[in-house]
């Protein structure tokens, strides 16, 4: 298998206001992380699909590979409760 990336599926932007009046950044919250493929023969570019079958053409990915992080979860601690059942029944394997 090739090496594994992650990527964010993410939810409409949500516009944040940092004081009354002024235009805000948007945000884009994570809606659900998923685990992906690298595209073959390309080790920086993702794949079509996530590991649980959904298309990466509109997710973001993330520079942190799992493999970097050898015995702890496969995604960042900080979105434990959006992980996709899916995919982290394959990275359990």
Do not use: N, Q
């Not at 992650?6 to 516009?15: F, G, M, N, S, T």
């Not at 944040?16 to 685990?35: I, K, M, N």
């Not at 509109?58 to 015995?71: F, K, L, Q």
């Not at 979860?73 to 996709?84: F, G, L, M, Q, S």
């Amino acid at each position: 298998m090739s090496d594994i990336v992650i990527v964010y599926e993410l939810d409409k932007p949500v516009a944040t206001h940092s004081s009354p009046g002024s235009p805000g950044d948007e945000e884009l919250p994570v809606r659900r992380v998923h685990a992906a493929p690298t595209a073959p023969g390309a080790p920086t570019t993702t794949g079509p699909r996530t590991l649980c079958g959904k298309d990466t053409f509109a997710m973001e990915t993330d520079r942190r590979r799992p493999s970097e992080h050898r015995g702890g979860p496969w995604y960042p601690t900080e979105y434990a409760t959006v992980v996709c059942p899916d995919c982290d029944a394959v990275m359990a394997i």
